[in-house]
């Protein structure tokens, strides 16, 4: 498969929008997804580490799992990471990893999986019994975010009905 963020991988972190997105979702996560220190947490669509950054410091184990390289190498070269988000590059529908979390956190990554029943199945099935679940992505939205023109290759889904 080809990365699709090699590109934008580049200037990620200086893209308002994701940014403005990523502390928000953050901040929700730090405040109501339970946090413990022994928690082993997997971050799906992992990116450059926006959102593990915030919660990796917190926890016992991060891993963050991303299909693109290009966003993993990215994450890997900032400093306050490094040696405390493990990086997996891989689907992890079509590859399961063969450990469970006690917290699986996924920010702005929904939308570009085409079966997102599947993806549901997966998660849940990578968490620990009494593992907790920290969703987020776009509502339906007009383009705002992804264009709904032809540059739209690997994004499935413009947004969620939240009912």
Known sequence: ?????????????????????????????????????????????????LICGRIAPRVQRMVAVDISQSMLDQLARKPELQGCVE???????????????????SAMAMHHVEDTDRLARSLFGHLSPGGRIALADLDAEDGYFHDTGPDTEGVFHHGFDRE
């Open 1 to 49: 498969m080809s990365d699709l963020f090699e590109e934008k991988s580049r200037d990620w972190d200086q893209n308002e929008r994701v940014l403005a997105i990523s502390r928000a979702v953050g901040d929700a996560v730090l405040r109501h997804a339970g946090l413990r220190p022994g928690d082993r947490v997997l971050d799906f669509g992992a990116g450059t580490g």
């Open 87 to 105: 990086t997996r590059c891989q689907n992890i529908l079509d590859c399961p990893l063969d450990e469970r979390f006690d917290l699986i956190v």
